[in-house]
């Protein structure tokens, strides 16, 4: 019974008297030692039994991520397909419009409007308007023609008003290298409103052009200059593209200012599901920018439900110095003003602004 801790050791001969002397001790031990192994043995089981339902649990857990994950991907998937479909129909530069009836529009003196089309992907909404008559000063002399801006699927995402020269083309017929071509300058023409078209304006409300596009008498074929815009009672407008101007007052309004220098290149920022943001007690950064050509790096951090003691009644809105390129070249601690404005969306005035002062650490 060494195994169930008796020590014993005697000659042979005398085993059998010292096992029936000490049989119940040998018993007892022996009882003992099978309950210190079954106890062992439980408590293992129960720890493997432990792991095992903490491993299921997990196991459940990443099947219900897996079967989570699946169905974002499938409503990834139906809204990238919905944004495929929405875009599929949009007309994107360049693009090329046909005017038919010319005559009768000419004689019932209206006005025709194009198919709508984008500056570019996700960009400025438009059309074409022509009237065959011609307008104002040209009226029975020219075709009038206008580029309109419209309202938008994307207007909340670009920037306004909307400065831009979109160049416009009426087909020549006869001959690839001498088409009518135009450019409306959209910098000088859009001043009220910041530029943005309202649900109560009409398409004739934002549009600027041409009185006198091309003059009736310049329409028919011309053997002389193998030139022809009208064929068929139809005229043929290619929109070819739309250049960025300089947007000067527009940047100066929109950037950041260190003391009295403008940062290049400015700042815009766009703060995104701002309700969301406020109930969940969440914040939105900006990407990064600088205070100007090698200079201080930064970016804003925006608490759309407030931080401290604005918190639940007021925007909190903080500029953030970051680790920077030129960060060995500049003096520190940073010292300036930064300014900052919250846009008025419905006209080119009454902005929110505030300045902070860069003047400790």
């Not at 210190?36 to 293992?44: D, F, G, H, R, S």
């Not at 100066?252 to 109930?279: H, M, N, W, Y």
Request: glycine letters at 4%; aromatic letters at 10%; a neutral charge.
């Amino acid at each position: 019974f060494h195994y169930a801790g008796c020590e014993v050791q005697l000659p042979r001969k005398d085993m059998p008297a010292h096992l029936a002397e000490n049989m119940v001790v040998h018993t007892t031990k022996l009882v003992t030692s099978m309950q210190e192994k079954i106890q062992a043995l439980t408590l293992e089981t129960r720890a493997l039994r432990n792991t095992l339902t903490e491993k299921e649990l997990e196991i459940a857990d990443l099947k219900t991520k897996q079967v989570q994950l699946k169905a974002r991907q499938e409503e990834d998937h139906s809204s990238l397909r919905a944004v495929q479909a929405e875009l599929s129909h949009l007309h994107v530069l360049p693009v090329e419009l046909t005017m038919t009836e010319f005559k009768k529009h000419k004689q019932v003196d209206d006005a025709w409007f194009s198919e709508p089309f984008y500056t570019h992907l996700y960009g400025h909404k438009m059309c074409l308007m022509v009237n065959a008559k011609g307008w104002y000063t040209a009226r029975g002399t020219h075709v009038s023609a206008y580029v309109c801006l419209m309202r938008g699927q994307f207007d909340e995402d670009l920037k306004w008003p909307f400065c831009g020269k979109i160049t416009v083309q009426m087909i020549n017929y006869r001959n690839e290298n001498q088409h009518c071509t135009n450019t409306a300058d959209f910098s000088r023409a859009i001043s009220s409103k910041n530029g943005r078209v309202t649900k109560q304006e009409t398409v004739n409300d934002r549009r600027y052009g041409w009185h006198d596009f091309i003059p009736h008498s310049e329409l028919g074929y011309d053997p002389a200059k193998n030139r022809q815009f009208l064929k068929d009672d139809c005229l043929h407008f290619r929109v070819t593209r739309v250049t960025n101007v300089d947007q000067k007052t527009q940047l100066e309004r929109q950037c950041l200012t260190i003391g009295s220098r403008v940062c290049i290149p400015p700042f815009d920022f766009i703060t995104r599901d701002f309700e969301q943001q406020k109930a969940e007690n969440d914040s939105s950064y900006s990407p990064s920018f600088y205070s100007h050509p090698r200079g201080y790096r930064m970016c804003l951090r925006v608490c759309a439900n407030g931080c401290d003691t604005g918190k639940g009644t007021q925007v909190s809105v903080f500029v953030s110095l970051m680790r920077g390129e030129w960060d060995n070249y500049l003096k520190w601690p940073f010292r300036g003003d930064v300014t900052i404005q919250l846009l008025n969306q419905i006209e080119d005035k009454g902005h929110h602004e505030d300045t902070l002062a860069f003047t400790n650490g």
